[in-house]
């Protein structure tokens, strides 16, 4: 997504760890693990600006994150169909040695289709759901699933493409 911007970028994963707290909303836990992802990077990298981000998946102001295992993504699946749910990205831009830094979130909503429980095997099967939050990734078969979003898409993959244009015009 970024090299639609023509951005040049390095990927340095972050061995930031995720936390979970039920008093912060979604927007801020998901703000919070964006910036610890991007302040671990950016102790390695204090002269680059740095980019974190962390999507979060809520039904009902529940967190659903990454599934233990194959069952708990059905779980999730079985309980996501036919409703609508929110996704929540945080993004974090921070330059150590500018002292500079720039937290946001951007909120999509996203309606599963009715499923049966032949539909949701057969589509876990098709993808990797282990390593997703709400066992699922749109970018992968998600018209089986996805009935329709309000919003945007890219924040739903795991980037507000449009939103982080808009922040890097400002940045300069």
Not at 13 to 33: D, F, K, V
Not at 84 to 101: F, N, P
Not at 113 to 129: A, C, D, F, G, K
Request: aromatic share 6%; with cysteine; hydrophobic share 40%.
């Amino acid at each position: 997504m970024l090299r639609q911007l023509g951005i040049q970028f390095q990927v340095v994963p972050s061995e930031a760890s995720e936390l979970e707290n039920e008093q912060l909303t979604a927007r801020e836990m998901a703000q919070l693990n964006a910036y610890r992802k991007a302040r671990v990077v950016a102790k390695k990298h204090p002269d680059a600006l740095v980019l974190g981000a962390d999507t979060l998946v809520y039904l009902d102001n529940k967190p659903f994150g990454k599934p233990m295992d194959f069952a708990d993504a059905q779980r999730m699946l079985q309980q996501l169909q036919g409703r609508t749910h929110e996704v929540v990205t945080g993004v974090c831009l921070l330059y150590l040695r500018g002292h500079r830094d720039k937290l946001f979130a951007e909120t999509t909503k996203v309606s599963f289709r009715h499923l049966t429980p032949e539909q949701i095997h057969r589509y876990l099967v098709s993808i990797n759901p282990l390593d997703k939050a709400g066992a699922y990734a749109i970018q992968e078969s998600g018209d089986a699933i996805v009935r329709e979003i309000s919003g945007s898409y890219s924040n739903v993959v795991g980037l507000p493409i449009e939103r982080l244009e808009r922040e890097l015009q400002g940045w300069s």
